[in-house]
């Protein structure tokens, strides 16, 4: 089946550096990926909506020029939170839907294992 | 402003009964309606779709559709302990639209051993 895969699952920073997470789809090629964001024991937040060879388009709210997104191919996806802050520690998870020429309304997502951020 | 609201929780149950986790959606454009289970620290895992009225049933779930109340449940039945997670519904809207998915707050279950 499709398989969503992101990396690192974990990562530690000091506030203000750049830290960059990747969403591979390993066995399908994806136009879109979706990034979502959650605080904890709150849901997932769409972020944007990442397309690839053109510009992501972000939900209300959130800053395109601290959440950076890069779909530079048909399977990667680049968030990168530039000059991070304690308070964009969070859980962030990346999807796919599936490739397989079914309509979006009845497939479902294909997630990533997620990336733990903590900005201390 | 799209709404998906879940019964608040904890939800806890006894292993063997049946757990029941209601939501309703306040799209009327939503065609496809999405369960996931998410362990903490995990990323959602899909349990069940419904897209039709009426109840679809896969092994010890079903999932429950009434489009005209707005509303989509989830019962799993014969719990166990390894059910316990936090239950997310969400709701698709139209035909390539997998964008719209969004998430209710979830319930967490606790099945008791």
């Known amino acids: 089946g499709a398989v969503v895969s992101q990396h690192p699952s974990r990562v530690i920073c000091k506030s203000g550096t750049s830290v960059k997470i990747e969403c591979r789809s390993l066995?399908?090629?994806?136009?879109?990926m979706f990034w979502y964001r959650q605080f904890p024991k709150k849901s997932l937040m769409l972020m944007a909506t990442s397309n690839e060879g053109s510009k992501a388009t972000y939900e209300q709210g959130v800053e395109k020029d601290k959440f950076l997104i890069n779909h530079a191919s048909l399977t990667l996806s680049t968030l990168t939170v530039t000059s991070a802050h304690p308070e964009d520690s969070s859980f962030y998870i990346c999807s796919a839907p599936p490739p397989d020429g079914q309509n979006a309304y009845n497939s479902p997502l294909h997630f990533g294992n997620g990336t733990r951020l903590t900005v201390t | 402003q799209k709404e998906v609201e879940q019964n608040s929780g904890p939800l806890s149950v006894p292993e063997g009964a049946i757990a029941s986790l209601n939501c309703t959606y306040s799209d009327r454009g939503s065609q496809s309606f999405f369960w996931y289970r998410q362990y903490s620290g995990k990323s959602p895992e899909l349990i069940m779709f419904i897209y039709s009225n009426g109840d679809k049933e896969d092994g010890r779930f079903t999932a429950q559709l009434n489009k005209a109340s707005q509303y989509v449940s989830l019962l799993i039945r014969d719990s166990q302990p390894s059910d316990s997670a936090t239950y997310l519904c969400?709701?698709?809207?139209?035909?390539?639209?997998?964008?719209?998915?969004?998430f209710g707050s979830g319930t967490q279950l606790t099945v008791l051993p």
């Open positions: 969400a709701p698709s809207g139209g035909f390539g639209s997998a964008r719209q998915l969004t």
């Open positions: 066995d399908f090629q994806a136009t879109t």
